[in-house]
């Protein structure tokens, strides 16, 4: 009954593969969003859909694209994975996309070799 | 550019003791402050959250405290347990928005 759930939680790859990551959240919440967290636990904010529409794409490099394929699925795709995209990668949640309270996944640690 | 800064960066405190965390940030337009607690191998969760038409918020042991003048905000953990041995974030958004600007997180360990 988990509520945002991803997938893999490891992911180790060499430089230049293409990977996915997978995200579900059945929480009925209309916007998702994928975060990421560096070696120093910054936090910053990727993309976010609310009811399968792009509203925020921070600047990432175009190597990343999302794909909502409904509301309760945000999936993050990356080609030509590179050194500097080690990081944890988290997929969240809310009920809206106005200062609604966030519910993360328990996040995906990628590391590149 | 950071826009939301926090400290400090770790803290260890007796257990029982008061636990107190920074933040403070420039841009005027934040309307909404909340603070994300994060265990080890784990998601960030929310634990408390303040708007600036308040100076405090409590809920349980922990509060908010929030200056909009100085453009600062504290979280005060009360009677601090090793249970909270944890990262701390502090958070701001714009009014209406749920972009979140994160600080730079506080390592919290709480010695028995």
């Known amino acids: 009954d988990t509520a945002v759930s991803q997938t893999p939680k490891y992911l180790v790859t060499q430089m230049g593969n293409d990977k996915s990551i997978k995200c579900e959240q059945n929480?009925?919440?209309?916007?998702m969003y994928w975060y990421k967290q560096d070696s120093k636990k910054f936090l910053k904010i990727m993309f976010s859909?609310?009811?399968?529409?792009?509203?925020i794409n921070e600047t990432v490099p175009n190597r990343f694209s999302p794909k909502s394929p409904d509301k309760a699925h945000l999936n993050l795709h990356i080609n030509s994975l590179e050194l500097g995209d080690s990081a944890v990668y988290f997929c969240a949640s809310s009920p809206d996309s106005y200062n609604s309270p966030l519910h993360f996944g328990n996040g995906t640690r990628l590391t590149v070799t | 550019q950071q826009q939301v800064k926090q400290s400090p960066q770790s803290l260890i405190v007796q257990k029982g003791g008061i636990s107190i965390i920074n933040c403070a940030y420039e841009n005027t337009a934040f309307d909404y402050f909340p603070w994300y607690q994060q265990f080890p191998g784990k998601g960030p969760a929310l634990l408390i959250a303040i708007r600036p038409d308040v100076s405090e918020k409590k809920e349980g042991r922990f509060t908010i405290s929030f200056n909009k003048s100085a453009k600062q905000f504290s979280l005060h953990i009360m009677d601090s347990q090793p249970g909270d041995s944890a990262t701390y974030f502090c958070a701001a958004s714009k009014a209406g928005a749920n972009n979140l600007f994160f600080g730079t997180g506080t390592r919290l360990t709480v010695i028995p």
């Open positions: 929480l009925g919440h209309d916007t």
């Open positions: 859909y609310n009811n399968k529409e792009l509203i």
